[in-house]
């Protein structure tokens, strides 16, 4: 098989309704990374600083977008079996950057880790996503 054709065979980001309404938007997509970005603004507690659902939603979002990208290789889906994160401090308005990097892209098991950070550059939480790499349900 040749470059072009392994490259058009990899899954492409579609994004779900909570992602949409969480105003996540994609700024990159490869093997290697997924970048996408969302406010602060629309997702904060009641207390005014971003909620931590809304980073672990969007984190797992990214960690499961570049699970399945890789699954996609290997004509295999992705699907979380655990996800954890630690929230380092909180943010009350702008915009945050989350960067899925994988930490093993296995045939049965991919691992990744997501940064997310506040526009000021300060890391705002760390989250690792681990998903099982299963082949596609028909029908």
């Known amino acids: 098989m040749d470059a072009d054709a392994a490259t058009d065979d990899i899954w492409t980001i579609t994004l779900g309704e909570l992602d949409e309404k969480m ?6 997509e490869s093997l ?3 970048v ?3 406010p602060v603004e629309g997702n904060r507690q009641s207390l005014g600083r971003l909620h ?6 969007a984190g797992e979002a990214v960690g499961s977008w570049a699970a399945v990208k890789h ?8 699907v979380g079996v655990d996800v954890s994160a ?12 989350l960067t899925a990097t994988p930490l093993h ?14 526009e000021s550059g300060k890391r705002l939480c760390t989250l690792r ?7 596609p349900e028909h029908g």
């Open 71 to 78: 699954a996609s290789t290997m004509g295999k889906v992705a």
């Open 32 to 34: 290697e990374k997924v």
């Open 105 to 118: 892209l296995g045939r049965r098991i991919a691992t990744h880790q997501v940064v997310i950070e506040h």
């Open 129 to 135: 996503i681990t998903s099982m790499l299963i082949d």
């Open 36 to 38: 996408a970005t969302m």
């Open 86 to 97: 630690t929230h380092h401090r909180g943010a009350r308005d702008g915009m945050v950057t």
């Open 23 to 28: 105003g996540v938007r994609i700024l990159e």
């Open 52 to 57: 931590g659902g809304a980073s672990l939603a």
